[in-house]
T-cell receptor, first 110, second 115 residues
Framework: QKEVEQNSGPLSVPEGAIASLNCTYS??????FFWYRQYSGKSPELIMS????GDKEDGRFTAQLNKASQYVSLLIRDSQPSDSATYLC??????????FGKGTMLLVSP | DAGVTQSPTHLIKTRGQQVTLRCSPK?????VSWYQQALGQGPQFIFQ???????QRGNFPDRFSGHQFPNYSSELNVNALLLGDSALYLC??????????????FGDGTRLSIL
């Protein structure tokens, strides 16, 4: 059974702080990894993809991948109240089919 | 550039009924995947259609079936509805052959409630 694990949270950070979201996965052959943001009652929105070990930065977001440790993380710098949402970690199981974690709820307080 | 579109947005059914949900993929995409998201859970993969064939299937019973049309749009059918089928049903599209690592883009979903 392929699994993706995330802390459910909520993770509470003050405005302007760095939010750190973590994810572990069980399938060593997984090739690609994604972070989706989901606002309450809405559908998931892709915010980051990462395919190789190391860091990938896009604006205020940085994704980090360590395949040896089977670990993916997302850092959000200068967190804003509008970043308050559930963040879903997803792992590609082949043919672009995704296995999702349950998501981590992030709350950014003004 | 049209994104993934789903219809209807909301649906209420009773136990034992049948339902059909519809999805049009993002322009240029040829692969459609369906996911079920229960409240407080991450989306769970139901199945994927490519070239009008079911290419991959998750751990869902045969009551869940689908179809893909020549224009790449897709339908999800659920028979003999159970209370536990109440969920947000998400359609996602992507590029198929030779693009197995491409990200999926989601539609707004259909909220299905079973009474």
């Amino acid at each position: 059974q392929k699994e993706v694990e995330q802390n459910s949270g909520p993770l509470s950070v003050p405005e302007g702080a760095i939010a750190s979201l973590n994810c572990t996965y069980s399938d060593r052959v997984s090739q690609s990894f994604f972070w989706y943001r989901q606002y309450s009652g809405k559908s998931p929105e892709l915010i980051m993809s990462i395919y190789s070990n190391g860091d990938k930065e896009d604006g205020r977001f940085t994704a980090q991948l360590n395949k040896a440790s089977q670990y993916v993380s997302l850092l959000i710098r200068d967190s804003q109240p509008s970043d308050s949402a559930t963040y879903l970690c997803a792992v590609n199981e082949g043919y672009s089919t995704l296995t999702f974690g349950k998501g981590t709820m992030l709350l950014v307080s003004p | 550039d049209a994104g993934v579109t789903q219809s209807p947005t909301h649906l209420i059914k009773t136990r034992g009924q049948q339902v059909t949900l519809r999805c049009s993929p993002k322009s240029g995409h040829d692969t459609v995947s369906w996911y079920q998201q229960a409240l407080g859970q991450g989306p769970q993969f139901i199945f994927q259609y490519y070239e009008e064939e079911e290419r991959q299937r998750g751990n869902f019973p045969d009551r869940f079936s689908g179809h893909q049309f020549p224009n790449y749009s897709s339908e999800l059918n659920v028979n003999a509805l159970l209370l536990g089928d109440s969920a947000l049903y998400l359609c996602a599209s992507s590029l198929g052959q030779g693009h197995s690592n491409q990200p999926q883009h989601f539609g707004d979903g259909t909220r299905l409630s079973i009474l």
